[in-house]
């Protein structure tokens, strides 16, 4: 082989090993760009659906390292009453923000139902409040259903208290002090009725108001 040709040979080797390495990096790209609009799509779907996207991991309870100033949800009762959450001051109220749809709230309710029963009363309780657009007929066909009879219902239909209390996803707690103070949140789902977590609960109840000090 004369060296004309051997170097006519060495030239196409690389001009192949050129296109190779080209066709390589768009196949990465397409990869990446695939995999991006992918992890995208339930995101998008969930939003569609509802604003507020589901959480399916457990969560962890955040206390606050100053107290902040809860906003005066407005909701209502089951007959139809409306409410508004300064008229839980007084107690220390854990917010649980849940919906009809939302898988990991409705395995939380039960835990949540267990804790009202156990702590519930002159200084304790539970607000389990629904965001089912629908109104509270949705939320107290479930809890009948499931024969959760310790949680009162209540239902937020406009969805407000999502927007208002910042939450990132449902379900999201929200545990505020007798002065309508948050505290400490938990986003995600959580055995709310747990050694733990109870005791955490109490600790908040056995603080004194601001009144008291």
């Given amino acids: 082989m004369s060296s004309g040709e051997e170097a006519q040979k060495v030239r196409s080797g690389l001009s192949q090993l050129a296109r190779l390495f080209v066709l390589g990096l768009f196949a990465a790209s397409a990869g990446i760009l695939c995999a991006k609009l992918l992890s995208e799509i339930p995101g998008s779907l969930n939003s569609a659906r509802n604003p507020a996207a589901e959480t399916q991991s457990l969560g962890k309870l955040i206390t606050l390292s100053q107290p902040e100033q809860a906003p005066d ?22 917010v ?28 304790f309780a539970v607000l389990a409040l629904s965001t089912d657009k629908g109104g509270p ?14 949680l009162a219902v209540y239902n937020d239909s ?14 999201t707690s929200v545990i505020l002090d007798k002065q309508g103070r948050e505290v400490a949140r938990l986003i995600g789902p959580a055995k ?12 908040f109840m056995d603080k004194k108001s601001l009144s008291q000090q």
């Fill in 73 to 94: 949800l407005a909701f209502t009762a089951a007959g139809g009453t409306a409410h508004r959450l300064s008229e839980w001051r007084g107690k220390v109220v854990l």
């Fill in 192 to 203: 709310w009725d747990s050694p733990e977590l109870a005791a955490k609960i109490k600790a």
């Fill in 158 to 171: 406009s969805m407000g208290a999502i927007t208002a209390l910042k939450a990132e996803g449902l379900p």
């Fill in 96 to 123: 649980n923000l849940w919906a009809t749809w939302c898988a990991p709230c409705k395995e939380e309710l039960p835990s949540l139902d267990r804790l009202q029963a156990k702590l519930g009363g002159d200084t």
């Fill in 137 to 150: 007929a949705q939320p107290k066909a479930f809890l009948a259903q499931e024969g959760l009879t310790h």
